[in-house]
Structure formats: structure tokens, C-alpha cells
């Protein structure tokens, strides 16, 4: 018989409640809570109390418990209590995506100090299971490009507005009401949770630890009602965007930002709470995975998942941080944008490339063109500018560079 599993569990909130129901339903998966930690142990919860305890240390310390289930939001706490389970010896499975994009080369120094696994699956769109598939796949082929819709609340709201007319508050408030934004739903809005997502992602597909600071990014709230009709009178989707791209030199780019994306993408098509990621290769071409990305059961079943993998000393493997040809970080690229305002002075002229279109009038203006990423952060912050994204349709079209690349992913894969 498989020795059972004794989990700690931190945080009762709306996925925590939901991994403690799945697992006392499904004994086959051997994995019992032993512990709670919560903030109110006052509040009336959905278990019995004396699971509970309001001292985090109770679990940490509690030598039969061998898992901890990391689910709080707080993200500085979630880290403390991270690391000193990871210190302790226990495997650690966590949806904090925060901690995670801001903690991980130390963190996965600890596990690998430690012996012990980390695994994060529901902190990046939910029950998708992207990192695994970017830990085992894309070693033979060479991966170009991911990009995807990677925070459901937003998707949600953008779905809402569009299709029932619903305003961004209601929109928002519905989306708050089902579980699917943070706390602090500025998180969702603005672009932090999707920046923090595409700051991991960045590492399991080209091996890069960047920081979520290091990305640009810009939100929702600042799209306008012009902005909405000018997607639907050209026949666009408007969707917040984490993309991360390789050009032929070995430079990745990357942004989270609101795009306009043709009706017929397969990532405008994705709507409500669900995520949509799309992943680019070499010889395997386009491959897409949708699935709900935010809600108690969808994000449980990934942590479950991650439990059920620690059975067989799972561990992410990170082979791309190894690669013989490093990739680099870019900030230096251009954009095909749509810029709206509502002055026409706010907005240089010679801050573009090229412009393709110039619109004038009382109420709002427009520019659509190519733009550098420096011009286009300093633009951005002006008053009551709007900026959507024409997404590149393949950088390396028609590049016979890369050539020899397979043989790199191939050489690294047998390392
Ligand atoms: N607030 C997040 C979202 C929850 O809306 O995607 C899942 O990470």
C-alpha cells in the first residue's frame, strides 16, 4: 500500500476550501489534511474546527505533516512560510503567483538544497497545465513564441462589457463576487497578476529569470469606449495579452498589455474566466490549451494535481535555464499600436516609427503605427491614453535562422 500523504494546509479561502473538499472526497488520492493554518479563527468554516489554527508555526513544525499547501494571498507571508517549510524538509505546493515570480531562484536553490520538490501548476492559468507541459515538452522542438490570456478575471470583464453591454464596475463586481479576482482587484486590472504569471512562464519556456518589474505592462482600465467601438467596427477583440516572444538573434520579448486581435484568433475566441495559451514551435508549429483559469474547483484541481505528482518525487527540472545558448532578455523592440487620446497634442508625432493611420477630433484622437517600447512607455503614461496592441504575426517568418537550433534543443534535452 502507498505510505499516505500529510498535508499542512495554509489559507481556507475560496481555492483553500475547495482543495480540503476534493481530497475528502477522492480517498483513493491517500492525501489527508492533518492541519489548517488560517488568519480568523473565529469564522465559521466549512471543516471541522479542530483542524483549525491561527499559528502557521503549528503546521510548519509539525513533524508528521510532509506537504505543506501553500494558499494564502499575502504574498510576503506566503514567502516566510515558504521558505522555512522548504528549510524543514517538506515539499511545498503553492498558487501564490506573486511569491512565486518574485522568490524563484531562491526558492528553487532551497528545494534543490533540500531535497524536496516545489511545485506551483495553479499559479499560471488555473487548471491549465501549462508549466508542466513547458517543463516535459519543448526540449526536442524549439519553442518561438507563448502567448496567452493568463488572468480570467479581466477576460471576464472584458467578455462582460462586450457581449451584455455590462459597465467595467458591474463587470468587475460579479467577477469579485464569483471568486476569480484578488483581494485587491487592482492586481487584475492593472496587469500585475498576468505580469507575475508571464514572469514565470518566462522561465519554464526560455530559461529566463526575470523579475515582473522588468516587464512592461499596462492594465485594463484604461480602455475607452472609442477604443471598444474602433475593435468592433474593424472587426477586432480587444483581450489583455501576456506574450513573450524569441527573435531569430536569441532575444526574447515580452509584454503583458491589452491587444486587438482578429475575431478569428484562437485566443479572441476565449472568453469569461477561461484562459487560453498558445504556443508557438519550430516543428510542432501552433498548438493551443484553453481551460478555466481562475475559480475554487478549476484552480483546486491543479493543486491536487501537484500533490498527486509529489507520489512520484515530481520535481520541475528548469532545462532551459541550462541551455548551451542562453537566451536574452530584451527591452529594446518595437510595436504595431493603436494609441487613443483625448487631446491631440498629448501624443508626439515623431515618437512614431511609421504611422499608418491619423485620426483628429474634439472627443478623441488616434495614431496607428510602429513605435519602439521605450517611446511607448513614456506615451503610455500621459493623461487619458489608451494603448491596444496589433500582436506580430510571426517574427521569424520566412527567417532560415534558427537552423541549427534543434540541434541545440535536442543537445540540451540529452544533457
Ligand atoms: N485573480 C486571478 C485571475 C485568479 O483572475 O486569473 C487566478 O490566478
Redesign the pocket.
Known sequence: MQKKINIGLIGFGVVGEGVYHVLQQTPSLQAEVKKIAIKHIHKKRNAPAELFTDDASLVLFDDEIDVIVELIDDAEIAYEIVKTALQLKKHVVS?N?KMIADHLNELIALQNENKVSLLYE?????SIPIIRNLEEYYDNDLLLEISGI???????ILTKMNEQGLRFDEALHQ?QELG???SN?T??IEGI??VN?LSILLKHSFGLPILPDQIFRKGITSITSYDNEYACEKGYEIKLIANAVCTHNHEVQAYVLPCLLPKSHALAKVKD?Y?GVLLRSKLADEQILIGK???RYP?ASAVVSDISALRFAYRYEYRKSNRNKPYHFSTNFELDVLISYAKETTIDRTDFISIEERYISDKRCHLKGRISVQKLQQAHRKDEVSVLVFPAKDVNQNSDLFENDNEIAVENALR
Open positions: 498558487a503567483k495553479a499559479a499560471v492559468c488555473g493568463v488572468n480570467g478575471s479581466t477576460n471576464f467577477a476569480f479576482a484578488e482587484p492586481l487584475d497578476d498576468a504569471k474566466e484562459n483559469g481562475a475559480g484552480t
